[in-house]
């Protein structure tokens, strides 16, 4: 039941992102790592952000071994500073042409179990860190008229989810800046968009049953399956593919859109 990834790919020869750079936090795993194979897959130079270098690196392998381009950096996103030196650096030896902001963190809890620490936390990742990247390329895109922003927001910014009281508030944060990038720099060229998953099988879910779960796990995954109406957890794939495509030149009449991958939920549940 654990996550597997397909690297059966042979090589890489789609030209869908050839000359283009992508700038994916979060590489490391998950949906980032899926969605940086998938650019790399599609002829763009990948660049990764993450703490998980182990991860990243991981990463990096599968793509090179496939003839793919990537490069890999240890970055905290939630560290302004840290996130200006290295943007800065690659900027002196090449644009950043797509930037996908998906490195996130979760907490499960209400607001009376919610602390301080825990709100912080969940802040300087999903809020703060969506802000520092961005701003961290926008100078550079506004310079070329040219530029995609993604971010990942969630069902949890639109609908209210049981025991997410810090996670949505985060999430909120993340589609509403989607909203207002888009209005500030449509006229520079730039397209920002967010997309809002539903839950995905990701190592996350699974190290989620793991430890909460250990006795009753099958169970358990399976009704957390079946809370989506579609009846089952999108796959990894599913959500690289809408992204890739709000990246992508097909998509390029779209901005300031938030657009759900949630099996229904939203739609049909509420």
Known sequence: MSTQINTNTSTFTSNRFAGKVALITGGGSGIGQTTSIKFAQEGAHVIIFDLDMAGANKTKEIIESNNGSVSVFACNVAK???VNAIVDEILTE???DILINNAGI???GNLENTEEDDLDRIYQVNVKGCYNMMKAVIDSMKTRQSGVILNMASIAAT???EDRFAYSMSKGAV??????VAR???DHGIRCNCIAPGRVHTPFVDNFLDKNYPDNRDEMFDKLSKSQPIGRMGKVEEIAGLIAYLCSDEAAF??????PIDGGFVTINN
């Open 80 to 82: 302004q500073a840290e």
């Open 94 to 96: 090449q644009k950043i």
């Open 106 to 108: 979760a907490h499960i």
């Open 159 to 161: 609908v209210g989810i």
């Open 175 to 180: 589609l509403t800046m989607t909203y207002s």
């Open 184 to 186: 500030d720099y449509i």
């Open 254 to 259: 779209i901005t300031g859109s938030n657009f």
